[in-house]
């Protein structure tokens, strides 16, 4: 199984301020097969990205995904109010495995 | 609009069984693997099961194995979850994912209910 490890547990910042989430993998991550959902308090997940960098439908530019084999980061530009939420990265090369995730929390 | 809603949770004793059930519309079911993942309360995200379009092809995780079983209906747009042998570390919200399929790959969940809860306790 392969065990993914997001950092930081929580990240404070302020509207219009730059998150930068990242999520290692204990082993490759066949063809970077890496996505990242946003949980908000009481929804259900939101695919964000996959492929490590592609963008689901409807997702803003703001988001930005990138890395390969076992490092991968998700980066926020600018964030906006409605970005401040729980964030998990997931493999899909392998049985699929989860991110602890990440909370993004207005400072 | 795609839709996918869950039913059939609540409190059970360990040991107990339950049958989750997730009514969907808005796209066409039979096409499309279907998931199970769960979210234990406070806690993060747990893929359970999958099945294919077909039913050709059914996957477990480790820690259900054995004491889970999905299964679909394809004339009723419908998926399910028969749990049984129930323990207190399977509480959890279940939640019912459209599979998403792209450059080779797939168990990407684009779609998702709303989740249901389970509780196992006595």
């Known amino acids: 199984e392969i065990v993914l490890t997001q950092s930081p547990g929580t990240l404070s910042l302020s509207p219009g301020e730059r998150a930068t989430l990242s999520c290692r993998a204990s082993q490759s991550v066949n063809n970077d097969y890496l996505a990242w959902y946003q949980q908000k308090p009481g929804q259900a997940p939101r695919l964000l990205m996959y492929?490590?960098?592609a963008r689901a439908t409807g997702i803003p530019n703001r988001f930005s995904g990138s890395g390969s084999g076992t490092d991968f980061t998700l980066i926020i530009y600018g964030l906006e109010p409605e970005d401040f939420a729980v964030y998990y990265c997931?493999?899909?090369?392998?049985?699929?495995?989860f991110g602890q995730g990440t909370k993004v929390e207005i400072k | 609009e795609v839709q996918l809603v869950e039913s059939g949770g609540g409190l059970v004793k360990p040991g107990g069984s339950l049958r989750l059930s997730c009514a969907t519309s808005?796209?066409?079911?039979?096409?499309?693997?279907m998931n199970w993942v769960r979210q234990a309360p406070g806690k993060g995200l747990e893929w359970v099961s999958s099945?294919?379009?077909?039913?050709?092809?059914?996957y477990y995780a480790d820690s259900v194995k054995g004491r889970f079983t999905i299964s679909r209906d394809n004339a009723k747009n419908s998926l399910y979850l028969q749990m049984n042998s129930l323990r207190a570390e399977d509480t959890a919200v279940y939640y019912c994912?459209?599979?998403?399929?792209?450059?080779?790959?797939?168990?990407?969940?684009?779609?998702w209910g709303q989740g249901i809860l389970v509780t196992v306790s006595s």
């Open positions: 808005g796209f066409t079911f039979s096409s499309y693997i």
């Open positions: 994912a459209r599979d998403y399929c792209t450059g080779g790959s797939c168990n990407l969940f684009d779609s």
């Open positions: 099945i294919s379009s077909s039913s050709s092809y059914i």
């Open positions: 997931q493999q899909y090369g392998d049985s699929p495995t």
């Open positions: 492929s490590a960098s």
